[in-house]
T-cell receptor, first 110, second 111 residues
Framework: DTAVSQTPKYLVTQMGNDKSIKCEQNLGHDTMYWYKQDSKKFLKIMFSYNNKELIINETVPNRFSPKSPDKAHLNLHINSLELGDSAVYFC?????????FGPGTRLTVT | DQQVKQNSPSLSVQEGRISILNCDYTNSMFDYFLWYKKYPAEGPTFLISISSIKDKNEDGRFTVFLNKSAKHLSLHIVPSQPGDSAVYFCAANFGNEKLTFGTGTRLTIIP
């Protein structure tokens, strides 16, 4: 019984395409996040949602749009993909303090 | 502006010995610190944390030390085991649960 799950695990696509990554948590947590780990291994927050409301939006291009249909889901939609979007994207959730991460989605833009 | 720094990108330690991973931070507002462990192709997993009101927290083989005046924390693993080989990330936050991560240290335990 996975706590934070993401699909797909790997995503290879061409520049200019639009793609989505799905995330679900079955922990009953109120807060969900998207983090990005780039080629230099920096792990940085992109978005944070609390009870379906956007709380944190770090300087992320408008091409990235998170959507939270309910408390247990936070999907990430990316428009007009660029080469620089290639990275590993981690979904995470938390209640108080400890943040739990999903397994990651490796996105490769060619 | 890297607010959380792990200056050693890699560390090799003999099995059975102590592994010491270091982390420095610049933002004095941080009040909660965490260590995460990451295996290849997996998400980071929580290891141990410490609040800024403490200077030490211990959980089995893992101990985290916090020196607020030096803005420094360290993770001690003793005894080190082969399964401890992974990338270790230090992270910090204050209030809003937005974690700021260091760049990670790859720990290799030599059998």
């Amino acid at each position: 019984d996975t706590a934070v799950s993401q699909t797909p695990k790997y995503l290879v696509t061409q520049m200019g395409n639009d793609k989505s990554i799905k995330c679900e948590q079955n922990l009953g947590h109120d807060t969900m996040y998207w983090y990005k780990q780039d080629s230099k291994k920096f792990l940085k927050i992109m978005f944070s949602y609390n009870n379906k409301e956007l709380i944190i939006n770090e300087t992320v291009p408008n091409r990235f749009s998170p959507k939270s249909p309910d408390k247990a889901h936070l999907n990430l939609h990316i428009n007009s993909l660029e080469l620089g979007d290639s990275a590993v994207y981690f979904c995470a959730s938390s209640q108080v303090g400890q943040v739990l991460f999903g397994p990651g989605t490796r996105l490769t833009v060619t | 502006d890297q607010q959380v720094k792990q200056n050693s990108p890699s560390l090799s330690v003999q099995e059975g010995r102590i592994s010491i991973l270091n982390c420095d931070y610049t933002n004095s507002m941080f009040d909660y610190f965490l260590w995460y462990k990451k295996y290849p192709a997996e998400g980071p997993t929580f290891l141990i944390s410490i609040s800024s009101i403490k200077d030490k927290n211990e959980d089995g083989r893992f101990t985290v030390f916090l020196n607020k005046s030096a803005k420094h924390l360290s993770l001690h693993i003793v005894p080190s085991q082969p399964g401890d080989s992974a990338v270790y990330f230090c992270a910090a936050n204050f209030g809003n649960e937005k974690l700021t991560f260091g760049t990670g240290t790859r720990l290799t335990i030599i059998p």
